[in-house]
């Protein structure tokens, strides 16, 4: 896709941001106490309640961002929280170009973090080899589960969305499960909640002027690289978007529609349980817990949808939302704004970018020429 096409592409997805934004604004102002007030004497004094309501949202906004980026630590717990973001983001996007929509992220998430950590934990070893070691393992769990929906859409045509899901569940029950064995269960404790990683497993960090940028980052970063190389440049993702723009040309053509779905989504299931490896070993308390982290899996199909699965797209996607999620709680406490508008923002967001002819019509945008859209799944004929 050339930078124009890419522009042209995003502006669609900009404006569904700022529709949300907008609406958000709103959903803050009439959660204000002052606000509220001021609109029940709206007939008496009507520009009081539109700066009240300004005020807010204003107020909110700023908090937002000042906590999310208005210091080096802020900025590192938002390169904290986007990493781990930007590596399920990419699982759904890579997914989407094989004409796949993976939703088992937060079971592949979950998966990958429980196969990491008994040899984050358990093993002994020297950091060099522990860490890589502990990464490995987290892929190679994300990629097995989310490889058995991969499997069953080839062999017996079971669709992912509903396979993933149930995984999802299979999941969580599995991980509540290991975490009350002695294998994984913390030594004196009655909660589920496994030993904390040894120093050697877990990922380091280069301090910037205070700002830390952790190795999970960068991995994300590098994989951000190799998605797009893969996609754009291999024969192998020329042959997984060709199967998600066509499957039935793409057979005809000679390629393995099957074992391109089983590639697809083994891939994108080694970047999420990458996700949560990137949790487990880069963010205190260096433990597993039950339901770790699984709001991620779902928060990635709004990131992908948002970088119009395009892997700079979802960088940008990753980096909004890891924003949203930063500055969040310190959001509530500088203005009482309930940290459930952040959770409204994200779904506003959703809803826009999944209504693209909506946006366009209220902006006035042209519909893009035959072709230059993004189709993001075949499935049930999307």
């Given at each position: 896709m050339s930078p124009a096409a890419l522009a042209r592409s995003l502006l669609v997805p900009a404006l569904a941001l700022l529709s949300a934004l907008i609406l958000g604004g709103l959903v803050i102002a009439f959660?204000?106490?002052?606000?509220?007030?001021?609109?029940?004497?709206?007939?008496?004094?009507?520009?009081?309640?539109?700066?009240?309501?300004?005020?807010?949202?204003?107020?909110?906004y700023s908090a937002l961002l000042d906590t999310s980026l208005g210091s080096p630590s802020a900025i590192s717990r938002t390169l904290e929280e986007t990493t781990p973001l930007l590596l399920a983001g990419l699982s759904v996007a890579l997914a989407f170009q094989a004409g796949l929509f993976n939703i088992g992220g937060a079971g592949q998430l979950m998966v990958g973090a429980l196969s990491a950590a008994w040899i984050g934990f358990e093993l002994d070893l020297p950091m060099v080899v522990h860490v890589p070691l502990a990464l490995a393992a987290g892929a190679l769990g994300g990629a097995v589960w989310a490889g058995i929906a991969g499997f069953l859409k080839a062999r017996t045509g079971a669709h992912e969305v509903i396979t993933t899901i149930m995984l999802n569940y299979i999941a969580l029950r599995l991980l509540d499960w290991a975490l009350s064995t002695e294998a994984y269960r913390r030594e004196g404790r009655a909660d589920p909640i496994t030993p904390p990683m040894r120093e050697s497993a877990r990922l380091p960090a280069l301090d910037l002027g205070g700002i830390e940028i952790g190795l999970g980052l960068m991995l994300a970063l590098a994989a951000t690289a190799g998605v797009w190389w893969l996609l754009n440049r291999s024969t192998v993702g020329f042959r997984m978007r060709a199967v998600g723009s066509n499957a039935a040309a793409a057979k005809y053509a000679g390629m393995s529609v099957g074992g391109t779905y089983v590639l697809a989504m083994g891939l994108a299931g080694s970047l999420t349980g990458l996700a949560g490896t990137s949790n487990l070993l880069g963010r205190p308390s260096y433990s597993l817990t039950g339901g770790f982290y699984q709001f991620i899996g779902f928060?990635?199909?709004?990131?992908?949808?948002?970088?119009?699965?395009?892997?700079?797209?979802?960088?940008?996607?990753?980096?909004?939302?890891g924003i949203l999620r930063a500055g969040s709680t310190g959001m509530q406490s500088q203005t009482a704004t309930p940290v459930d508008i952040i959770v409204v923002i994200q779904a506003l967001v959703v809803l826009f970018v999944a209504a693209p002819s909506l946006v366009r019509a209220i902006y006035r945008v042209k519909a893009p020429a035959a072709g230059e859209g993004q189709r993001f799944s075949t499935s049930w004929g999307a």
């Open positions: 959660s204000d106490a002052d606000s509220l007030d001021a609109w029940g004497s709206f007939l008496s004094d009507p520009l009081n309640a539109f700066a009240e309501s300004w005020s807010a949202a204003w107020h909110a928060d990635a199909i709004a990131i992908a949808l948002l970088g119009r699965a395009h892997p700079v797209g979802v960088v940008g996607g990753a980096v909004l939302f």
